[in-house]
């Protein structure tokens, strides 16, 4: 009996298994896509296997309905990587699996793209037409335009009906060619010259492009360092050798900016990976991945999936960046994936990064990964200073204490411009009552609602539900109502009020949401006449800002006293990484955080001696508490839409499991942090172990026992490992 095993988009956490219909179909290979009736539907499944024999009962054994390609579409070592991740992060196989299959493919569309084809004038074409044909000329005469031929696209483009084509193509006078991929030709690879290196540069690019096989490779330096001169290079002798790249990106890193480094450095074929892509897009850029065309692929998140027909070199920029762990559904890292791929495929991978997670640079301390430094910056840019602006007790105007704003007056009148950095959007965190108190707060979630002014509205950031404001207090009945705190909008209006000759910049994800509005934000602040900038993350990542010469950070205190461990280090990258905008090119930059913890000794540690002497203390700390990533995590997450029902699940879980595994500390279950979101209720449980296959043994055991417990049913429950933040 010939078995087809194939791998199912479900929630269970098993293949299934079908009926061959012909002898050619136990000749099928792994990555062809099946299409099988499942359950009253049909669906689209992978192949894993060719077996013969089943645990399934004969008679309950389903033949296949069709087999949608002739060539498996998804390479074995990208079904190895996914079935991994599917072990690792305890996630159903068939659904992991499918995030590796681009959705185009998903829906069955056929995997063979219409050839690009270009339509060409024939050197006596002219006489083949019609003298009367009028038309058919005027559309042969901007065919033959085009030296190398011309795509019916452009036509269409250029308002020449297309309709005519095929007249022409039988008169004789115009005929098609299929263009072919470009070659990427060694030797006319670079567009513009490499930099010439610094000595550590030239040093972390001899490590990176020595390496045979497998290595790893965490790249750490400040911004400005030249990383990414480093990536470009290496790079560079990647396709030299006829082989690709695959660049990670995080999500708000994938700038016009970024992009255009890598085109004005390379003359190959350079394929994008982002979400906001069409599906067809999407896999049209798949393929050129896949088939080799594409010597560079550059992508977020799960762009780690992507094949490549001769993978040379992963690079993973900004690899601390929280984007790169996928939160909901499948939790995936796609730094650690690129790890586990380099090591499959036996190619570099390089982790680069201003302020490397803990966990890499501990996976330097363990020799896993090179430390490769670049301590000073590129070029002749200075490093900036920082100060901590101590606020105990002083006015503050919105959030601006009089120190401040002179400060920035000084660095405008020297013709310069200012970065004000605060983590909040809208006008005000919230609305509150001056009688009695009471505060806007989201009926969904546990969570005060943002007061925005433009439009005027209350907006949760957590669920998204919006109400306009109310004009009395809901509880009281009183009309003073009145914004508490500062968001960007509130600070920008009061930097409009102090300095009403300068641009005032605001970029955050309500002012940048027209398309257009960040470029547009980007260009003024080029242009380096003096202005404020003033906006959240969004700020802090990949914009090179050389004009900018004082970075204010409004509230530096936020993250300091989290509660999840990870607080400090994210802290801490913040920080440095928003610090990272100022004093690039030829003007050093001032760094200044308004702070009330002027004592707190990591702030210091951070702002005095630098990221690298903060990362050591917090890792000892780290240490110390016995914390990741001197131990390993999962989290148990649970939610539900009764209040309490979460917790119980969870309990009975920690009940069963814990007294037969010692070697695994519990932490909960407890309300998650904020217990309501959109109406569930969260709950959690953290299980910690020094010893990483005890770890996952474990969770497997409550996986199977989760699938068919009693109090599971009115619950979703989902494992993270390795979670990214508690
Ligand atoms: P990072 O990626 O570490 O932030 P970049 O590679 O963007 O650093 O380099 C910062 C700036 O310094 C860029 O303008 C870059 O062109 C320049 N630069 C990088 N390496 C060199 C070098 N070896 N010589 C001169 N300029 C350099
Ligand atoms: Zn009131
Ligand atoms: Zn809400």
Request: charged fraction near 20%; glycine fraction near 6%.
């Amino acid at each position: 009996m010939n078995i087809l095993r194939l791998a199912i988009p479900s929630p269970l956490r098993r293949t299934f298994d079908y009926l061959a219909r012909s002898p050619e179909d136990s000749e099928l290979k792994p990555g062809t896509r099946i299409k099988v009736s499942f359950g009253r539907r049909e669906l689209i499944g992978l192949l894993l296997e060719v077996v013969d024999k089943t645990d399934i009962p004969s008679d309950k054994l389903k033949p296949i309905i069709a087999v949608l390609d002739e060539k498996p579409v998804i390479p074995s070592y990208i079904i190895d990587l996914a079935l991994w991740a599917a072990d690792y992060y305890q996630h159903p196989l068939g659904d992991a699996l499918f995030h590796a299959v681009p959705t185009y493919l998903r829906k069955g569309n056929s995997a063979h793209l219409a050839p690009h084809t270009v339509w060409c004038a024939e050197p006596l074409g002219a006489e083949k037409i019609s003298s009367r044909a009028s038309a058919q000329k005027a559309l042969f005469e901007l065919i033959s335009a085009h030296e190398h031929g011309v795509s019916k696209a452009a036509l269409t483009a250029e308002g020449a009906n297309t309709a005519l084509l095929s007249k022409l193509a039988a008169s004789g006078a115009i005929s098609e060619h299929e263009i072919s991929a470009t070659p990427n030709h060694p030797e006319h690879l670079l567009k513009e010259p490499p930099l010439a290196l610094n000595t550590e540069q030239q040093a972390a690019l001899h490590r990176i492009t020595e390496s045979e096989g497998f290595t790893s490779y965490l790249l750490d330096g400040v911004t400005g360092s030249g990383k990414t001169e480093v990536y470009l290079q290496a790079i560079h002798h990647c396709l030299s050798s006829g082989r690709q790249a695959l660049v990670l990106v995080p999500e708000i890193g994938l700038t016009p900016q970024t992009l255009q480094r890598f085109h004005h450095r390379f003359r190959c074929d350079i394929v994008v990976m982002h979400s906001n892509l069409t599906d067809k897009q999407r896999f049209e850029a798949w393929s050129k991945a896949k088939s080799g065309q594409a010597a560079i692929v550059i992508g977020t998140r799960s762009a780690i999936f992507t094949p490549l027909e001769t993978a040379g070199i992963i690079i993973v920029d900004e690899e601390h960046d929280g984007s790169f762990k996928q939160q909901d559904g499948f939790r995936y890292s796609a730094r650690d994936l690129a790890i586990v791929r380099g090591h499959g495929e036996q190619i570099p991978v390089v982790l680069g990064s201003a302020t490397p997670a803990l966990e890499s640079l501990a996976n330097c301390h363990k020799q896993r990964s090179n430390h490769l430094t670049l301590r000073s910056r590129a070029g002749n840019a200075q490093a900036p200073t920082f100060a901590l602006l101590d606020i105990r007790k002083k006015p503050l105007t919105n959030g601006f204490s009089s120190d401040l704003l002179a400060l920035i007056k000084k660095h405008l009148e020297s013709g310069t411009q200012a970065l004000i950095f605060i983590n909040r959007r809208g006008f005000a965190p919230s609305l509150m009552c001056h009688s009695c108190g009471w505060i806007s707060e989201c009926r969904r979630c546990d969570a005060r609602m943002t007061l925005h002014q433009s439009p005027p509205h209350l907006h949760c950031h957590h669920c998204d539900s919006q109400r306009p404001i109310p004009r009395q207090c809901d509880h009281c009945g009183a009309d003073d109502l009145r914004p508490m705190g500062t968001g960007t909008e509130r600070a920008e209006m009061t930097l409009k009020q102090h300095f009403n000759d300068v641009p005032i910049l605001r970029v955050d994800r309500d002012s940048t949401a027209r398309k257009g509005a960040m470029d547009n934000i980007i260009a003024e602040t080029l242009k380096g006449e003096p202005c404020i900038l003033i906006g959240t993350q969004m700020l802090a990542k990949g914009h090179h800002f050389p004009k900018v010469t004082l970075v204010a950070i409004l509230d530096a205190d936020g993250g300091l006293f989290s509660t999840d461990f990870h607080g400090m280090e994210r802290t801490a990258q913040l920080i440095m990484q928003v610090a990272g905008r100022a004093g690039r090119a030829s003007h050093p930059g001032h760094v200044v955080l308004q702070t009330h913890q002027p004592d707190h000794p990591l702030l210091n540690t951070l702002t005095t001696q630098g990221y690298e002497a903060f990362a050591k203390e917090e890792l000892l700390l780290r240490q110390q508490y016995h914390q990741p990533p001197f131990t390993h995590m999962a989290l148990l997450r649970a939610e539900a839409s009764t209040q309490g029902r979460s917790i119980a699940l969870l309990q009975a879980i920690r009940d069963h499991f814990s007294p037969h595994a010692p070697y695994c500390q519990w932490s909960g279950p407890f309300p998650s942090p904020m217990e309501k979101r959109a109406g569930v209720y969260r709950a959690q449980v953290s299980l910690t172990a020094a010893q990483r296959p005890a770890l996952q043994h474990l969770l497997k055991l409550i996986c199977t026992t989760l699938e068919t417990h009693p109090l599971a049913n009115k619950v979703r429950w989902s494992v993270d490992v390795d979670p990214y933040d508690l």
